[in-house]
């Protein structure tokens, strides 16, 4: 009996050593490995393999040319074949401290690293990532720190007719306490939804190091679904529809402005929050950007801190060839100005000094100079890109609800 329970005891090893070796292979691949230097090797296995490269942010960006005007995309370089066909590249000087994104292209197909289990999509793309430890990159990662909860809730949109998925973290210790909690909502761009900010910004992780550290405020951070096509992030709906940059399969039936009323009337209803102008704040990217000034401006005593980021917080940017968009942008301003007579604590720009909306933003602050609208402005390097987005939190965030 003993005899037989060892043979089976065995087998079973032998089992779990064969499934082993078949999820992982005959011997492990370490990639990314981010050495004592912060230089990063990235490996792969192709032994049949022409041509490997990596393409990813943490290489020198590439210009190209759009309809919408030059954009930076990520450069790409080739890796060398060494022994047993894994394939290599370390990058030549240390990298900063940051979070970075990354794929391989093998003969043209491109391919996530499959020693990386760590991915994130943006639009329809799929990438892995890292992190670089020891300034900002210490801010996005998950640290030994108390943690806040992030719940995926359906709301009930009247203006929309539908139900509508939503993302909202709550701030450590909000479950077992009766505090009540300033509220900031914030709004991701044409390629996003739902699920953007708190997956390519790290909502969760830079919320739960800047409240550790006493930087920022408990607060609750709301991130709607901001494409009134759609009711939820791709697979997360019974209306499917293809990941794109903006766009969905049905008609709006009303605006995110228009619409907005229903994200502040669930959230004050089914949380412990400070209902008040003083205790909202809202900001946005791109997209996200424009709907925030937009927002801020239609319950224009609603919210006292306002971020733009990346945007034209007016439509000047296609008011210079658009009679229609020259009428809306003079419009805006009159609504800026009753916002202005309101009040409010912050209103915040940023933007890089390459993005392709730089100079709508220029245009759009010359015509907030014209009536003395008070903004403060902050320029960064680098394009329409999450780096700039996410450093634009870290500094955001710390300045809410003082």
């Not at 391989?104 to 990386?116: R, S």
Request: a neutral charge.
């Amino acid at each position: 009996m003993k005899r037989i329970t060892i043979l089976g005891m065995a087998l079973l090893m032998c089992t779990i050593l064969f499934a082993q070796q078949a999820l992982w292979g005959d011997e492990t691949i370490v990639s990314p490995e981010i050495h004592e230097d912060n230089t990063v090797t990235f490996r792969l296995r192709a032994p049949k393999a022409v041509k490997v490269e990596v393409t990813g942010d943490f290489l020198a960006p590439q210009k190209i040319e759009t309809q919408f005007g030059k954009f930076d995309m990520p450069g790409r370089v080739e890796l060398k074949e060494g022994e047993k066909g894994v394939w290599e590249y370390t990058t030549p000087e240390p990298l900063a401290s940051e979070l970075y994104s990354y794929t391989f292209i093998v003969d043209g197909l491109q391919m996530n690293d499959p020693a990386n289990v760590a991915m994130i999509r943006d639009v329809a793309s799929v990438t892995n990532v890292f992190i670089i430890s020891g300034d900002r990159g210490d801010l996005y990662k998950v640290k030994d720190v108390p943690h806040g909860t992030v719940a995926r809730r359906w709301y009930d949109s009247p203006t929309l007719k539908e139900q509508r998925r939503i993302t909202i973290y709550t701030p450590p210790g909000y479950e077992n306490s009766k505090q009540t909690y300033p509220v900031f909502y914030l709004l991701h761009g044409s390629g996003g939804d739902e699920e953007a900010w708190i997956a390519l910004g790290r909502t969760a992780q830079i919320m739960d190091n800047l409240i550790a550290q006493g930087k920022a405020k408990p607060m609750i951070v709301v991130m709607p679904n901001g494409h009134t096509q759609n009711a939820a992030a791709p697979g997360e709906s019974a209306r499917e529809y293809k990941p794109a940059m903006g766009g969905g399969q049905r008609e709006a039936v009303a605006s995110m402005e228009d619409s907005f009323g229903d994200i502040i009337n669930f959230v004050e209803t089914n949380y412990r929050v400070k209902k008040n102008k003083a205790n909202r704040a809202i900001a946005g990217l791109s997209m996200g950007g424009m709907h925030s000034s937009a927002i801020s401006a239609q319950y224009a005593n609603t919210f006292n801190y306002i971020g733009v980021f990346s945007a034209p917080p007016i439509a000047t940017m296609m008011a210079r060839n658009n009679e229609e968009s020259a009428k809306y942008a003079a419009e805006f301003v009159k609504k800026l100005q009753v916002q202005q007579k309101n009040g409010f604590t912050l209103y915040w720009i940023a933007c890089g000094n390459t993005d392709f909306l730089y100079q709508g933003v220029l245009d759009s602050m010359k015509k907030m100079d014209e009536i003395s609208f008070d903004y403060t402005y902050r320029e960064s390097d680098g394009g329409h890109i999450w780096r700039n987005w996410r450093i634009y939190l870290t500094e955001f965030a710390p300045m809410l609800f003082k």
